[in-house]
């Protein structure tokens, strides 16, 4: 069997005695999404994967990206027979992604002025962010894209100097925020958003090529993707099960010509990893469709490069926190609008540096209350430079203890 996996693990042991202790509990019923997995990973594997890091860093470890043309299909059962069928369904696209972590990062040195645009984005190869991210930049020979699994990576290259830009998913316009990435944005003061993209939703129906329809037993992919899909899936009636990333499993299915397990996934895992599209757009359809947003970030304001295409308009994002928090938040709305900036988004996150606010009601005899403090973000139409918005930001900065903006860009919108 073709199964690449990272030489930190010790594949020819039996895996009762395996460095990697994996303990699987499954709840499965047809057409539901109730799988739940636990891994537990001993000493010993923690500190060779520690070591396996390292060496990704130094750029010394083997690249294991490629697929496995030449291996015959195989079930999904006949896969797993090493490791165990929970691991090769759900578990082993982490030990790719661990692996993927850094190892396609350049060198944070500086380098000629006339080097390509580093540009790192959120998530594994053939993840949406991906797609997002050839749409920001289609011009390949003059960037080095490279993924970041982990969130808070995405924010520390741009730091470091690894990347010059960051792309990350903000928005889902069915489930919502990415909450995680706008609390990141508010603790790394000297990241800015640059541009923002709105893109379509397009999930695809992934499978082996060759492979017939009918040999096809289950559906995985990520749970967001699979709840964006429900109706589809019923009328299918094939086992479903969640996976941690939608990319990673992709790849897992190329890689080990698993030929009874189709993905729900982008149509950039389709182009990485050789997988045919049984389906596009495979998403149930919402009155007003499904949409998700991004973000291009960076540290310098001044070289701002927006996302390429559509009709471009101008943004503006503040944080800002208040005295009497969200009483307050009509007087800081009326700023803009007084002016005639038009509030376009309102979002709100806990303010780490005042966790609570108290508030004295002595006057009629209720004496104080507690309540959860909060940090406020309001999107607004213009530019910095716009008199309206300079204005209105002046005074917000005069009623506000804390005020910054998160960035001033230009945001494209693709309705097709």
């Not at 057409?31 to 990973?41: D, E, K, M, P, W």
């Not at 079930?75 to 982490?94: H, K, M, P, Q, Y």
């Not at 070289?303 to 390429?308: C, K, M, S, V």
């Not at 007087?331 to 609570?356: C, Q, Y």
Request: glycine share 8%.
């Amino acid at each position: 069997m073709a199964l690449t996996v990272p030489h930190y693990v010790d594949a020819g042991r039996p895996a009762a005695a395996a460095a990697v202790a994996i303990a699987s509990v499954i709840s499965r019923k047809r057409g539901s999404f109730t799988r739940t997995i636990v891994v537990r990973a001993s000493a010993n594997f923690k500190q060779n994967k520690q070591q396996h890091e390292q060496q990704i860093r130094q750029g010394r470890s083997q690249d294991v990206r490629s697929p496995c043309p030449s291996s015959p299909l195989r079930t999904a059962d006949e896969v797993a027979s090493d490791f165990g069928r929970e691991i090769a369904l759900a578990n082993l696209e982490r030990l790719f992604r661990q692996q993927a972590a850094g190892g396609d990062r350049p060198p944070a040195n500086g380098g000629s002025s006339d080097r390509p645009v580093r540009v790192a984005y959120q998530g594994s190869r053939g993840s949406y962010c991906q797609e997002a991210t050839a749409r920001a930049f289609p011009s390949s020979s003059a960037c080095e894209v490279f993924p970041c699994v982990h969130m808070e990576e995405a924010f520390a290259v741009l730091e470091d100097r690894s990347a010059d830009r960051a792309v990350v998913p903000a928005e889902n316009s069915l489930d919502g925020p990415i909450d995680r990435n706008l609390d990141l944005l508010l603790r790394h003061q000297g990241i800015r958003i640059l541009a923002e993209l709105v893109l379509p939703v397009n999930h695809c129906l992934l499978s082996l090529p060759g492979a017939p329809r009918s040999s096809l037993r289950r559906i995985i992919s990520h749970p967001q993707a699979l709840s964006h899909c429900r109706r589809n899936l019923e009328a299918l009636d094939l086992e479903v099960d969640e996976a941690w990333c939608a990319a990673d499993a992709a790849r897992f299915v190329a890689e080990n010509r698993v030929a009874d397990t189709a993905v729900i996934g982008s149509q950039m895992a389709a182009r990485e990893f050789g997988l045919r599209i049984l389906a596009s757009n495979f998403q149930d359809h919402h009155q007003g469709g499904n949409f998700n947003r991004f973000l291009q970030l960076g540290l310098s304001a001044s070289q701002t490069q927006g996302f390429a295409g559509g009709g471009a308009a101008r943004k503006t994002t503040v944080a800002f926190s208040l005295e009497g928090g969200a009483s307050d938040l009509f007087r800081a709305m009326w700023i803009f609008e007084s002016r005639g900036v038009k509030v376009t988004r309102v979002d709100h996150r806990p303010n780490r540096a005042k966790p609570l606010r108290v508030v004295d009601r002595g006057i009629d005899g209720l004496g104080k209350a507690t309540y959860l403090d909060y940090v406020f973000v309001l999107d607004v139409e213009g530019s910095l430079l716009d008199p309206g918005v300079e204005a209105a930001l002046a005074r917000l900065e005069e009623i506000a203890p804390f005020a910054r903006v998160l960035g001033s860009y230009t945001s494209t919108c693709h309705s097709h």
